[in-house]
């Protein structure tokens, strides 16, 4: 049995990605919602907005690492 080689540098760039499209996604939907005056800054419905796109990240970076084998 082969054991499977760790690469810690792909790890860590793969998280960063992540973090970024989260960042991104996040930011895209908050921005219309801000500007439209639905809720103000630093509302509980932003950080309700940024932590739903981070649950959604951090299923689809899991459900992507495992296809990806990195």
Do not use: C, R
């Not at 540098?9 to 219309?32: C, N, Q």
């Not at 500007?35 to 800054?41: A, G, P, S, V, W």
């Not at 796109?53 to 084998?69: D, M, V, W």
């Amino acid at each position: 049995m082969e054991e499977k080689k760790s690469h810690p540098i792909k790890a860590i760039l793969y998280i960063s990605l992540w973090v970024i499209i989260w960042g991104t996604l996040g930011s895209l939907i908050d921005y219309p919602l801000y500007k439209n005056k639905i809720y103000l800054e630093g509302s509980i419905y932003q950080y309700l907005t940024f932590t739903i796109t981070a649950i959604i990240s951090i299923i689809s970076a899991k459900f992507f690492y495992k296809k990806l084998e990195l």
